[in-house]
């Protein structure tokens, strides 16, 4: 069958089981359940530290063809991962599922266990390094399930993910499961994404490299989610978890990008008082903020939230009374975890809270503006962030999806070119975010707006920004590269990505 | 029936439903299970705020038959619940029952609305007042049901207590749902109890005198949990909110009661690095707090948290470094509601944290001592804190069960006689907390330990504190007042108390 989007997707698709197609970005937004969650209590007097994670395996009862969950605030300098597989293999498991919000380079480990057996699935936000290449060329019998940073909450609590063993990685616990990201030699601020598994887990178990004294302060995931706690010389290296600083992009085509994507957020009319924003970590995108910070000054506008995983950039809006409040999911830089740990105005959230589309309203529903990346994006405004020229995996949605359908204003920023490769082309290899919540294209050589948001384009051109279809901005791609081969790919599906909502946007099948 | 602690219990209680009866105090605590929750989405764009509660009403669908919730946080000073009632009733609903964690005094028309048939079914964990006393003469045709504080997030999670609309007193709100106490005219710092409320109940609704830009800051309750937001002109009346500060007693009898309770605390070997404590806001308790705050400096100790209801006196103990941090619930004064907004040790907690018994370890379990008041204690130690002496209700458990159970060091502190009535007593009229978790009952003539406490009876007397039978005491008291009449009752149940585990303790009946 044909989704929404075109997307030629098999209606029951092995090891992945019957196929919802993507219907657009709002259905799906009505009644649903989270589900009943099952708990182990502990009776006054009962203790929760172990000695080791193979201790914490067996009490948790695993077996063979469980799931077991994974948070990726360590970044690339998490040993967790890697830790705990190592003993689930050590003890003989065998066929585990691994539901890692995402997965870096340093998992690379995993890709042996996949090669024996001991894990037989794989669900991510985002994947890159040599696990997704492994995916990519078809390692895995069964295909990895690729969720968004708010669709993963989503699936988690509804029970379509369903988790047996959650581990959480806690750069601060205390002795009854009391855990905070902010202290501790692995200290990686807001602990958002892990606060799903905690609470919706049969067990939950924390691994520490720095066990306090109860109680932990201050608190982020609580002791009433965690069942064991474990304490390990390290969990994590601190070079791989956070960079010093965050840096924009010194580059003049990207400065010329952002400058122009800052003058499409003054036309849109937003930047006034109450203004929200969330931009990523990359160059561009945060000198699109510098550009955003400079016209907030000028305009003396106090903007409500900037949202986001969380840069020092940012953190200095902050503090200059740019925004009144930061909401952060995951801390990026030291300076976001500083902040994080001493401004009460920089505040957690959960991924639920952050993006779940299935709640009561996530903050990503009150961003005026988000600045998004793109790998491509198509005539239809579809844009793949999942995989790489050469068809193979190199990220996923993260929080791509989802904030692009919250905000009032979803701001693509891309060279139109890279690597002599078009980025505009007829169709995007993968779709990880469908064109519909993507507003605004901002290239070095144009801008091109959404034809639905009639409005947007209005406002455009009375500000004197030029703007083209996306169909001119593909011309003058391919005019520079030359229209781009197809990928060449198989039948065999090595990724299915679901949308926010948790249908089926798109498959990624294996590379030649 | 009789149950484990020979109260004679019908197997079935009509307008109840079959008794579940108690089996001690650590029966049931294995494994459990949280129930499903339904959530109506919010879509990007869709707005909260409403024009009034008749609107909230209707959009959240009432309808006749239904439970609504409430919390207690605004205490004697709570306009909400007479708020939605008088709406509720204008609309023309029958038969809604009322969860509310606790119903004080200022509640006075809720009898009116008992007696139109407008509410049939009362769940609470404390009654006081009018409602108390027109339950306790059989107003009501199906008798309430008392919970604990501990007990009350446990039924709900568990989906005994299903909670349709759950209406939430807010003395700060945003635009999208996100709540705090700590702001705005009937500040009232911690919001523990309405915790289990937003997140389990079918629909969420927020009334506020203090509605907000977004986002606000602190958030105690998120905006994944409300529904619906309105907006009055006052949710409660300071006065009866909040005491300007709670005060230690001066009558000598409570000072050489809590002088006493203070030695047994010192003997018990608890008084050390790490100790943790809990004591009600009353005058004696808040005196054995004096007399454990002297003996901290004197031994130099550093404890660990203290928790509960918190008072300004308990605030300056953390202030003065003897504890590392606050739990709190609810703040019972200025004081603590200034600490809680401004110090991050001053951490709150839920309900379900503080005390649910089905849960991975609440706070109660690390509990070394606890201070507990009793209206009536028999010679098994069981405790009435439910009815008075002539068998009306005037109050309930509250946390008294939970802290009991929890507590490494269960004291009662109390004078011997009041009101011309022993307190120590053959039978109490009405068992609220359960002997087993009792340790220790000090009065001004002596100190009972409970005999399963044989390690403990052994420290008291190798620190020179006599101790006597329970049995003593009691004649000690009958000397004085002779043996106190046995109340009379009729047969019809007015309210079924549970334990903390939803197993029936016992039942208050129909005073004659």
New interface residues.
Partial sequence: MKNILGREIPEFIEGYGKVKPFAGA?AN??????????????????G?VLKSIREAILECGLKNGMTISFHHHLRNGDYILNMVLEEVANAGFKDIKVAASSIFPIHAPLVRHIEKGVVTGIYADYISGPVAEAISIGLMKNPVIMHTHGGRPRAIEAGDLHIDVAFIGAPTCDT??NINGVEGKAACGALGYAVPDAMYADR?VAITDNLV???A???EI??????FIVKVDSIGDPKGIVSGTTKITKDPVGLIIAKTAAKVIDASGLLKE?FSFQTGAGGTSLAVAAYVRDMMKKKSIKG??AAGGTTGYIVEMLEEGLF??L?DVQCFDLKAIESYRKN??H?G??A??YG???????????LDVMILGATEIDKNFNVNVTTGSSGVIMGGSGGHSDTA??AKLSIVVTQLVKGRLPIVVDDVTTITTPGESIDVVVTERGVAVNPIREDLIEKLNAAGIETMTIEALKSIAEEMTGVPEKIQTEDKIVAVVEYRDGTVIDVVRKVK
Same sequence: chains 1, 2.
């Fill in positions: 709002y937004i009505d009644r649903i359940s989270k589900k009943e969650v099952k708990i182990n209590c502990a009776l006054p007097g009962q929760k009854y499961g939950v004294d109860y109680p302060c201050p608190i609580s002791q009433e989610y965690v069942d109450g409500s939230f009144r409040s909401f009460e105005t505040m959230m959960s639920s809270m779940n589309p299935h709640n009561k309203g996530a903050v990503v529903n009150l359908a919250g």
